[in-house]
């Protein structure tokens, strides 16, 4: 196919324009099929492809019950040695928004593919790639059952998601940026789909050698994340941060329309001139920390949740320093309160020196009130 223009859209129910359901037949019809055709005449074969080959398409998807439609840049798309009953292999490339993408790999039985009470599907030597982004590993997929489960182990040397994430529009006055960010909310309170939770099984095991966030880099990423009939659970999340370690605990469980959480993150060790290095952020922040957030909390939305929060969050670190204006994301006000109470000359120096800071905050009903008083600091 060169040039193709492929169209898959949903209505309001969810059904596809690729579900092609011939009627309901009778028992004697039924029968019927499965007899021999006569002396002279033929069956024609069940529709079967040996090759297939997409060049320079485009595939748009629009989804019925949203409205939004996806439009994805097909370069090339080739599936091979596939038959019914053996195995395939499978190499896409193309792009969605200007971000280039690859997926291959081998698909071990189109038959069960097709037909998924023959048992689970299993995609060996899978290749992902996002950007320069390359991702590896194998899915073993059962969709057998009511609700679908899933097993994906990956692993990625270097993962960077930097560009992937919205970032702040830039330009405009101090007045509009202050406007726009009284608007915006911290916490969503849209409901969360709790039904979403609960409609497949999951494990994932993910492993990275490096990863780049927006505003955090880890080095040797370790994820075991299990969804069991909508319990989610993260046990654990561990990596190595700035010479330092990040332990994390989280569990999600359902509760009607709301849910529970209870999450536990340790991080130990942290040097933040190192973190800044990773980041490209040099000579920003210096200083070693250490922190703990203990917390429990249940509602509909985000918001809900963090207004239910109980627990504690402590922060310790000892002698460093930090680049005045990275104090900004305070707001206006707050920003210049808190460099007046740090340092007084803030507005003639490019750096406020601290030398130890001790942050703890006991958490009860979404309101975090600071203990840090007990302890000794400057």
């Given amino acids: 196919l060169i040039e193709p223009e492929i169209l898959i859209e949903t209505d309001t129910t969810g059904r596809s324009n690729l579900e092609f359901r011939p ?23 069940a529709f079967m492809v040996g090759e297939m080959l997409i060049l320079n398409g485009r595939l748009n998807y629009k989804d019925g019950k949203s409205g939004k439609t996806i439009s994805v840049k097909l370069d090339r798309l080739s599936v091979l040695e596939t038959a019914v009953k053996s195995a395939l292999s499978f190499d896409l490339k193309g792009s969605v928004d200007g971000m280039s993408f690859g997926v291959s790999g081998r698909l071990a039985s189109l038959d069960r593919l097709i037909d998924p009470s023959l048992g689970p599907v299993k995609v060996t030597a899978l290749n992902i790639s996002i950007g320069q982004n390359k991702i590896t590993g194998s899915v073993d997929l059962d969709i057998s059952s009511k609700r679908p489960r899933a097993k994906l182990l990956l692993a990625s040397e270097n993962l960077d998601l930097g560009d992937l994430f919205d970032k702040e529009p830039s330009g405009g006055d101090e007045k509009s940026a202050k406007k726009a960010r009284k608007k915006k909310k911290v916490f969503s309170s849209e409901p969360i789909q709790i039904e979403s939770l609960k409609a497949v099984d999951l494990e994932l095991n993910l492993k990275i050698k490096k990863l780049i966030l927006p505003a955090l880099a880890m080095n040797d990423f370790d994820l075991d994340m299990k969804l069991n009939n909508g319990l989610l659970k993260i046990a654990p999340l561990k990596a190595g941060v700035g010479g330092g370690t990040l332990d994390v605990n989280l569990q999600i469980r359902p509760r009607g329309k709301a849910v529970n959480l209870d999450a536990r993150v340790n991080v130990a060790g942290l040097d933040l001139a190192s973190m800044g290095r990773e980041l490209k952020v040099t000579e920003a922040l210096s200083g070693r920390i250490d922190a703990d957030l203990n917390v429990k909390g249940s509602g509909a939305s985000i918001a809900a949740i963090m207004a239910s929060l109980n627990g504690e969050k402590k922060i310790v670190m000892g002698r460093g320093r930090i680049d005045n204006k990275y104090l900004k994301f305070l707001g206006g006000d707050l920003a210049s309160n808190v460099l007046s109470l740090l340092n007084p000359l803030a507005a003639k120096e490019d750096f406020t020196v601290v030398n130890c800071m001790v ?20």
């Avoid at 037949?25 to 055709?37: C, N, V």
């Avoid at 979404?366 to 302890?375: K, L, M, P, Q």
């Fill in 359 to 378: 942050v703890d905050f006991g958490i009860t009903d979404g309101v975090a009130r600071s203990r840090s008083e007990e302890h000794t600091s400057e």
């Fill in 23 to 45: 009627p309901e037949r009778s028992k004697t019809e039924a029968k019927k099929e499965k007899e021999p055709a006569p002396d002279g005449e033929s069956k024609l074969p």
